[in-house]
């Protein structure tokens, strides 16, 4: 099949066909970040889409198409819907290392009624807490992937969880220095928001802090955005069962391969 470079107006349309499952691709289009690469359809619409950067992301039918392209990146991960990942990694895994981690069926989950009120003190995040978000983010990030940023990148970790917070992408709720909540939107489009690495430390666990200020965060961005989504490990029972009991339902599966 014909691998092809693709215009925005392209993927926005491709996008806005599934957009919790393409709530990523969507977003860095619109934001003009890193490297799309597709498949035509006989009518002109695409069939298939692949993201190209950190991490590849495919999306649609016919994906094996990009396994020569894939090849060429050095991504740390190759994410997305669970078929359109089945298909591009069969054909294009002679040409990656063998993989550290690979993780099948990972429920993805999305809500678009607001449930009932935390009460919380959730609250957008200001450079103020930047100093205290950057070790519960490398925590998250390493509970989740498995890798310490702090020992790996300590720099351009701090820099990316400053950036989220500029970018208003990151909430927070903070209580006598301890994070009874946390967490990020990686990817946001007029259609979906997809929320990431929810945190609660340790020695807050256990209270309903995580529940309750989750259906604050929902609330709140549910008043601009249609749909709140994220996806967790398919072992992660508890995640599974807060989301499930603030209403979220499970819209397809992911698959992550790590590498």
């Not at 500029?166 to 006598?176: A, N």
């Amino acid at each position: 099949m014909d691998v092809i470079e693709p215009t925005r107006d392209q993927v926005l349309t491709f996008c806005a066909q599934s957009p919790v499952e393409r709530v990523f691709l969507e977003d860095v289009a619109r934001r003009g970040l890193g490297r799309f690469l597709a498949v035509p359809g006989a009518d002109g619409a695409l069939r298939a889409l692949c993201h190209a950067g950190a991490n590849l992301v495919p999306s649609g039918t016919g994906c094996a198409a990009f396994a020569r392209a894939a090849g060429s990146v050095r991504s740390r991960m190759i994410i997305g819907e669970s078929g359109a990942v089945t298909e591009l990694w069969a054909a294009a895994r002679g040409s990656f290392p063998e993989p550290r981690e690979d993780r099948p069926h990972q429920p993805v989950y999305a809500i678009d009624e607001p449930p009932p009120a935390g009460d919380t003190g959730l609250r957008a995040a200001t450079p103020r807490d930047l100093d205290r978000l950057v070790p519960a983010c490398a925590a998250a990030h390493e509970l989740e992937l498995g890798i310490d940023p702090l020992a790996r990148e300590p720099d351009s970790f701090r820099w990316r969880t400053s950036a989220q917070i500029d970018e208003g992408r990151s909430w927070v709720w903070l209580k006598d220095d301890v994070v009874r909540f946390k967490a990020e939107a990686s990817a946001w489009t007029p259609q979906a928001v997809q929320i990431q690495q929810v945190w609660v430390d340790p020695e807050a666990r256990g209270r309903g802090y995580g529940a309750r200020a989750l259906r604050d965060l929902c609330r709140l961005l549910l008043e601009t955005t249609p749909t709140v989504t994220l996806f967790v490990r398919s072992e992660n029972a508890p995640a599974i069962a807060l989301y499930e009991a603030i209403g979220m339902r499970k819209a397809l599966e992911y698959r992550s391969i790590l590498f």
